[in-house]
């Protein structure tokens, strides 16, 4: 079964310093989506990709958040320089089509990869 | 925008007994329910969904019901086990919209 990769499952690092994390969709996938996700809370969108074009980066702290999907097919998120409250799980989501683009399916079924946990000391 | 509310925060039962989450959503354009399940240190996982011109789906131990009416919906599971402990999530969106997700649930089953 197709699996939303994302690598690595786990980062340490200190503030100030630069983090990235990388994430491949499901082949095919049009859409895809980078959320954050606070301890005990549930999943918030940072940006979205309609193929290589960012649909809504509206949620992003553009400060020090970057995003950028090339090629429309594989997905690099950073953070520089990273803040003690940057700490959280970084999830990556793929689907068909979706968002404010409209699409091709008329339901937003996102997948999720595994995600990163990002702890920043 | 949309907003969702999830109950209880946590929920505890015994291993064969049922649990029931609640979700109430504000939008009624809403038309798609999906329910998220997230184990310790993984991504949430899709378990099941619901459209709107449904009222009830179910799929073998898990099911889920839509009020349009009254804009709730819930996820029950069945004869629990302990391989059902995780938080779930639930979720709400309009056509292919951005989903808006719940705040979760951390359901623990006691063998």
């Known amino acids: 079964e197709a699996e939303v990769a994302q690598s690595p499952r786990y980062k340490i690092t200190e503030k100030s310093q630069a983090v990235a994390f990388w994430c491949d969709p499901i082949?095919?996938?049009?859409?895809l989506y980078w959320y954050r996700q606070i301890l005990g809370q549930g999943p918030e969108l940072l940006v979205q990709?309609?193929?290589?074009?960012?649909?809504?980066d509206s949620q992003l702290p553009k400060d020090r958040f970057s995003a950028e999907r090339l090629k429309g097919v594989d997905s690099t998120l950073k953070i520089q320089p990273a803040e003690l409250g940057d700490s959280a799980m970084y999830l990556c989501?793929?689907?068909?089509?979706?968002?404010?683009?409209?699409?091709?399916?008329?339901?937003?079924?996102?997948?999720f990869g595994p995600g990163t946990r990002l702890t920043v000391l | 925008g949309e907003n969702v509310e999830q109950h209880p925060s946590t929920l505890s039962v015994q291993e064969g007994d049922s649990a029931v989450i609640k979700c109430t959503y504000s939008?009624?354009?809403?038309?798609?329910f999906p329910w998220y399940k997230q184990e310790l240190g993984k991504g949430p996982q899709l378990i099941i969904d619901?459209?709107?011109?449904?009222g009830e789906k179910k799929d073998q131990r898990i099911a889920v019901t839509l009020n349009k009416t009254a804009k709730h919906f819930s996820l029950h599971i069945t004869e629990t086990q302990p391989e059902d402990s995780a938080v779930y999530f639930c979720?709400?969106?309009?056509?292919?919209?951005?989903?808006?997700f719940g705040r979760g649930t951390s359901l623990i089953v006691h063998p």
């Open positions: 989501a793929s689907s068909l089509a979706g968002g404010l683009a409209g699409g091709l399916v008329p339901y937003n079924e996102q997948f």
């Open positions: 082949s095919g996938h049009a859409t």
């Open positions: 990709f309609q193929d290589e074009s960012v649909v809504d």
């Open positions: 939008d009624s354009a809403s038309n798609y």
């Open positions: 619901i459209r709107s011109n449904v």
């Open positions: 979720a709400a969106s309009i056509g292919s919209y951005i989903p808006t």
